[in-house]
Antibody, heavy 119, light 109 residues
Framework: EVQLVQSGAEVKKPGESLRISCKGS????????ISWVRQMPGKGLEWMGR????????NYSPSFQGHVTISADKSISTAYLQWSSLKASDTAMYYC????????????WGQGTLVTVSS | QSALTQPRSVSGSPGQSVTISCTGT?????????VSWYQQHPGKAPKLMIY???KRPSGVPDRFSGSKSGNTASLTISGLQAEDEADYYC?????????FGGGTKLTVL
């Protein structure tokens, strides 16, 4: 069974750095792109960017380019979403989701990681 | 890249059919047969319900169907059931990057 398991909830202060993770299992990790999707409280889904774990090639939404960094370590089947300096407006649920090579949909999804940024 | 346009809410009684629209442009919905739909229950991760406009993943009831005409895609749920009450999101590719709709809350009366 293809499964994505994300790291646990985080509470951070503005200006702090953070890296959250998404571990894949049950499939060849390098055969699926991993995307990150933001959902702010009470709001909709926003695609942030994605990575091809086979070569770490990344694409970002213009809205998130320069604000976050997506990376992956294929040796441990894990993708990451990273901030260097958090803002209160980064408070949201973050999901990772996989896309099999050559397809154009997201399945499966991770369970989500809640990030709370508050002073 | 603008979000695709969905109605904020729709509702229907058990057994009825409802349709949720997803309107984009010729650069996204109208330009590609890459529309997918996701169901999200409160506090849960989204779940794929339809891909490539009208295809259903295994395990998704055939009460769920998808279609597209021009720049508007649609998700139709027939024989509404209480468990269908959820938020629904469409997604399309715009060039090489995906864009989501704003989401629609389905209420089963």
């Amino acid at each position: 069974e293809v499964q994505l398991v994300q790291s646990g909830a985080e509470v951070k202060k503005p200006g702090e750095s953070l890296r959250i993770s998404c571990k894949g299992s049950g499939y060849s990790f390098t055969s699926y792109w991993i995307s990150w999707v933001r959902q702010m409280p009470g709001k909709g889904l926003e695609w942030m960017g994605r990575i091809d774990p086979s070569d770490s090639y990344t694409n970002y939404s213009p809205s998130f380019q320069g604000h976050v960094t997506i990376s992956a370590d294929k040796s441990i089947s894990t993708a990451y979403l990273q901030w260097s300096s958090l803002k209160a407006s980064d408070t949201a649920m973050y999901y990772c989701a996989s896309t099999e090579g050559g397809t154009n949909w997201f399945d499966p999804w991770g369970q989500g990681t809640l990030v709370t940024v508050s002073s | 890249q603008s979000a695709l346009t969905q109605p904020r809410s729709v509702s229907g009684s058990p057994g009825q059919s409802v349709t949720i629209s997803c309107t984009g442009t010729s650069s996204d919905v109208g330009g590609y047969n890459y529309v997918s739909w996701y169901q999200q229950h409160p506090g849960k991760a989204p779940k794929l319900m339809i891909y490539d406009v009208s295809k259903r993943p295994s395990g998704v009831p055939d009460r769920f169907s998808g279609s597209k005409s021009g720049n508007t895609a649609s998700l139709t749920i027939s024989g509404l059931q209480a468990e269908d009450e959820a938020d629904y999101y469409c997604c399309s590719y715009a060039g090489s990057l995906p864009v989501f709709g704003g989401g629609t809350k389905l209420t089963v009366l």
